[in-house]
């Protein structure tokens, strides 16, 4: 009877072992799946990396080349106003040349003038003089 006994146990425990062995097939194969899977999305996520590195690199090329043109426009404007700020220099230097040189000018033709009114004074006075010495000696 003890045989028996221990005949049935095996027999329960040969199966357990089998549903066991069973459970850990299915357990071995859902892992390989999933295993699979997780390498198939490592592979996903490592080419997804690479392309965003790629398209960071890319921006920052882009950026680096919009920056050094900025620059460039920038050194060409500055260059622009600083040349335009030596025309103005130039510009008011020769202005206020020539201002001086009309007031100077004005000046001179100012006392050429009064100079011509007064020499026609002085015709008109001496005309007028004759005038009357004539009237007083041939009258």
């Known amino acids: 009877r003890q045989?028996?006994?221990?005949?049935?146990?095996?027999?329960?425990?040969?199966?357990?072992?089998k549903k066991e062995d069973e459970s850990l097939q299915c357990?071995?194969?859902?892992?390989?799946e999933k295993t699979a899977e997780y390498n198939g999305l490592t592979r996903q996520l490592e080419s997804a990396l690479e392309e965003g590195r790629k398209m960071v690199a890319e921006e920052l090329e882009k950026m680096s080349y919009k920056e050094q043109a900025l620059q460039?426009?920038?050194?060409?404007?500055e260059t622009e106003v600083r040349e335009g700020q030596e025309e103005k220099k130039q510009l008011l230097c020769i202005f206020h040349h020539n201002e001086k040189h009309h007031e100077v000018h004005l000046k001179e033709l100012e006392n050429s003038l009064q100079k011509s009114e007064n020499k026609n004074q002085s015709i008109q006075n001496y005309v007028q003089f004759l005038k009357a010495a004539y009237i007083t000696m041939f009258g």
Do not use: P
């Not at 460039?72 to 404007?77: D, G, H, N, P, S």
């Open 3 to 17: 045989f028996e006994k221990m005949e049935f146990q095996n027999e329960e425990l040969a199966c357990q072992l």
């Open 27 to 32: 357990s071995k194969l859902q892992l390989e």
């Open 72 to 77: 460039t426009k920038m050194l060409v404007l």
